[in-house]
């Protein structure tokens, strides 16, 4: 059985976060990204890795942004709130041109980091 192509999409609120069709537990990577989790300028929510260096998130369906009071991001019960240090577990992807185009606000470049669990 094919494996179903990867959406993404883009919340709407405030932060803004990025989405992709498939939920956690569904790893086949195993990389590892740890940072701080801040809103980029363009106000979706990333990983800063480094100094002034940051990688755009993608996280699984069933992740929800936290837009009140401070924000963060919700994933299977574990809050992260921006600011705060993160270790996630997944791994690169390389967008295609039609996945750009729908994340072209959040990309600043053309791979992003596919969440597929918390890294302890």
Known sequence: MAAEPL???VTSGDPA?????????????DARLEGELIIGADGCLQLLT?????????FPDEA???ERGRPGIEISS????VGE???????GYELSE??????????PSGEVF??????G
Do not use: H
């Not at 976060?17 to 990577?29: H, K, P, T």
């Not at 574990?78 to 709130?81: D, L, P, V, Y």
């Not at 996945?99 to 959040?106: G, I, K």
């Open 7 to 9: 959406a993404l999409e």
């Open 17 to 29: 976060a990025v989405r992709g069709n498939y939920s956690l537990g569904e790893s086949s990577m």
């Open 50 to 58: 480094g100094q002034d260096e940051s990688t755009l998130l993608v």
């Open 64 to 66: 929800d942004p936290i």
């Open 78 to 81: 574990t809050r992260i709130m």
């Open 85 to 91: 240090r993160a270790s996630f577990a997944g791994g």
């Open 98 to 107: 039609e996945q750009y185009e729908t994340l072209r606000r959040c990309v």
């Open 114 to 119: 596919l969440v597929q669990g918390l890294a």
